[in-house]
């Protein structure tokens, strides 16, 4: 069950969807920085949470990094989806990376999310072939439809219990993959 949505985009299409199934959901300006949280409004997103009772925090679209004291609060209970087969491509626009390196395959990334940038231990992968036509956008729409796949069902069998992490190997879960993907 969602127990709140959270967004640091004001006319997120997350908030309308929330809406429609009646979950609560609410925008917290992130402040002064582009790339991360300031303290303030770290310390908001971790009072909306605590105060929605979750159990677990899915980050889809969230393009700030999170550190310090929010992966403190929740500890191990971070999950990311990350548009390329990590470790291969961190950061931004991993699709353009994939392109531009030439591999022949890429795909999307559940992990956990810690202190580094895309370095938490690796939950489930599903692959994307990389096509000889391919545009950056035909890619990342491939990529997104893996992720829609894929982050659901790892964020199901988390909610079960069925994955256990220890070290950086995660155990209980099968990576999705298709190769024939188009």
Partial sequence: MVSIVVSDVPDAGILQQAARFDTPARFIAP???????DESAEAEYISALRSADVDLVVLAGFMRILKGEFLRAFEGRVLNIHPSLLPSFPGLEAWKQALDYGVKCTGCTVHLV???IDTGPILAQSAVPVLDSDTPSALHQRIQAAEHELLPAVVASVARGEIQVRGRI????MTLSKVGRT
């Fill in 31 to 37: 402040g002064r920085f582009r790339t991360k949280l």
């Fill in 170 to 173: 995660a155990h209980g879960f």
């Fill in 114 to 116: 810690d202190q580094g």
